[in-house]
């Protein structure tokens, strides 16, 4: 199914897994977000604890609810002859990147909060899964106790939360920028990533491991226990907390002998305990809401 214009659901989930297009999506009511593979240009979610319609569900038994969101950018539909007999393989095969410059995202707003800029911030939350080119720059949560970045492209990203006991980013291979503020965190992989441009700055996470990391422009360890990072050749500044360990190539500049030692970053170093650094910047659709028919509406 092709919706042209906003595809709304409010007051009560539907049936709608052969939804496959849709220019925009609303989704309001208290179960769980689950958005299968499809076309969108933006999704807006309502995430308040008091939603437009009641449907005794989730928020009036104070469960915690599930995000989930698997979606490409409209323009990446590769062929716009949008028919039955000619539907996109979408929920096989993502869209092929290759010579495409200056690719869209399909964002994600928490629209009743009035900020347009994908930032998340409720405690409402239990998990949120991202998945193909879904972007949510910034998630605040206390409630948040799973977080699953499976993306295969994400431009920047920061998760700030004292609840969060799992986080997998098990497909990036390159992203901007990425912050995570978690206390409490006991490990963070992320076995793909080769390169932040950027800032990677991270505090509260027990153990960093990033077996393919080569490349950062800042980074910033501002508290944890231990940092494998075995590859890591380039880093142009550094700011690691003495409380840290940090293995990795003497070419980096930033290995340390044993825990406590300071850093001896490229450009800068210094030892830092700072909790207050936040910078940074997208749940395989599908679920109790999964996108696709019985109650669209648009053009």
């Given at each position: 199914?092709?919706?042209?214009?906003?595809?709304?659901?409010?007051?009560?989930?539907?049936?709608?897994?052969?939804?496959?297009?849709?220019?925009?999506?609303?989704?309001?009511?208290d179960d769980d977000y689950e958005i299968l593979a499809l076309y969108?240009?933006?999704?807006?979610?309502?995430?308040?604890?008091?939603?437009?319609?009641?449907?005794?569900?989730?928020?009036?038994?104070?469960?915690?609810?599930?995000?989930?969101?698997?979606?490409?950018?409209?323009?990446?539909?590769?062929?716009?002859?949008?028919?039955?007999?000619?539907?996109?393989?979408?929920?096989?095969?993502?869209?092929?990147?290759?010579?495409?410059?200056?690719?869209?995202?399909?964002?994600?707003?928490?629209?009743?909060?009035?900020?347009?800029?994908?930032?998340?911030?409720?405690?409402?939350?239990?998990?949120?899964?991202?998945?193909?080119?879904?972007?949510?720059?910034?998630?605040?949560?206390?409630?948040?106790?799973?977080?699953?970045?499976?993306?295969?492209?994400?431009?920047?990203?920061?998760?700030?939360?004292?609840s969060l006991a799992s986080f997998n980013m098990p497909n990036l291979?390159?992203?901007?920028?990425?912050?995570?503020?978690?206390?409490?965190?006991?490990?963070?992989?992320?076995?793909?990533?080769?390169?932040?441009?950027?800032?990677?700055?991270?505090?509260?996470?027990?153990?960093?491991?990033?077996?393919?990391?080569?490349?950062?422009?800042?980074?910033?360890?501002?508290?944890?226990?231990?940092?494998?990072?075995?590859?890591?050749?380039?880093?142009?500044?550094?700011?690691?907390?003495?409380?840290?360990?940090?293995?990795?190539?003497?070419?980096?500049?930033?290995?340390?002998?044993?825990?406590?030692?300071?850093?001896?970053?490229?450009?800068?170093?210094?030892?830092?305990?700072?909790?207050?650094?936040?910078?940074?910047?997208?749940?395989?659709?599908?679920?109790?809401?999964?996108?696709?028919?019985?109650?669209?509406?648009?053009?």
């Open positions: 199914m092709r919706v042209g214009g906003n595809y709304s659901i409010t007051g009560h989930d539907v049936d709608d897994e052969n939804l496959l297009y849709a220019k925009t999506i609303s989704l309001d009511y969108t240009d933006q999704i807006q979610l309502n995430l308040s604890d008091t939603q437009t319609s009641k449907s005794n569900t989730s928020s009036s038994k104070g469960a915690l609810r599930n995000i989930d969101l698997h979606a490409y950018h409209t323009s990446l539909l590769a062929d716009s002859d949008f028919t039955p007999a000619n539907l996109p393989s979408i929920r096989a095969t993502e869209p092929v990147l290759i010579g495409i410059q200056n690719i869209s995202y399909p964002s994600v707003l928490q629209y009743q909060s009035g900020d347009v800029s994908m930032n998340f911030s409720s405690d409402r939350i239990g998990t949120i899964t991202m998945r193909g080119h879904t972007t949510i720059n910034k998630i605040t949560s206390n409630s948040l106790k799973e977080l699953n970045v499976l993306n295969t492209s994400l431009d920047s990203f920061t998760v700030i939360s004292t291979t390159s992203i901007k920028n990425l912050t995570i503020d978690v206390k409490g965190l006991n490990e963070f992989l992320a076995p793909k990533l080769v390169e932040i441009p950027g800032v990677f700055s991270c505090s509260g996470i027990s153990q960093v491991t990033m077996n393919s990391l080569t490349s950062v422009g800042t980074l910033q360890i501002l508290s944890g226990f231990k940092v494998n990072l075995p590859v890591l050749t380039s880093v142009t500044t550094s700011e690691i907390s003495a409380s840290v360990t940090v293995n990795s190539t003497s070419s980096s500049g930033v290995a340390q002998a044993v825990s406590g030692g300071t850093s001896s970053g490229s450009s800068s170093s210094s030892s830092s305990s700072s909790n207050d650094h936040n910078s940074g910047g997208s749940h395989n659709s599908g679920g109790s809401h999964n996108s696709g028919g019985s109650n669209g509406s648009g053009g």
